[in-house]
């Protein structure tokens, strides 16, 4: 089984069991069980490139048919091992979204093996909602985010 594969089968397991599983984001479920999530596996440890990567999929969604992909997952496995390299790479994302003029059109939701929400021990449950197998960034449509 290719790496992708593994990456991809692992975070689907993770949205189904856990995410949806736990109930911890009602706008999951549809997407999931319609197949509408697309998932896109960075291997690289070039973040310039990955940006560059998720500037094109950002265009992507903006013009794909929520009927047919719903939602990105950006799934970097061999990037950000350190938690505040992948918050830089997140603020730089969301500066990306306000340079396209896509605040209000899209959102970013962050995900990370070690996420830890600011005034929150690294154990404390809350951190919980946010950890994933990978190191991700979740391209929403805000649409669909208010619909659901």
């Known amino acids: ?7 991809i089968n692992q975070t689907k397991h993770w949205i189904e069991k856990l995410v949806i ?10 997407p999931f069980d319609k197949d509408l999530i ?8 070039d973040l310039e490139k ?8 950002v265009n992507f969604l903006c013009h794909s048919s929520p009927s047919k992909v719903e939602t990105t997952l950006i799934i970097a496995p061999a990037l950000f091992p350190n938690f505040e390299d992948y918050l830089d790479a997140l603020s730089l994302l969301e500066n990306l979204l ?21 005034n929150t021990s690294i154990n404390d449950v809350e951190n919980y909602t946010n950890r994933s197998p990978y190191p991700m960034f979740h391209l929403l449509r805000e649409s669909s985010v208010e619909k659901a």
């Open 98 to 118: 306000h340079s396209m003029n896509l605040e209000g059109v899209l959102q970013i939701a962050s995900f990370h093996p070690r996420y830890q929400f600011a």
């Open 1 to 7: 089984m290719s790496k992708k594969i593994e990456v």
């Open 38 to 45: 697309r998932y896109v596996v960075y291997e690289d440890s």
């Open 50 to 57: 990955l940006l560059e990567l998720c500037c094109n999929e």
């Open 21 to 30: 599983g736990l109930n911890l984001c009602p706008f999951a479920k549809f």
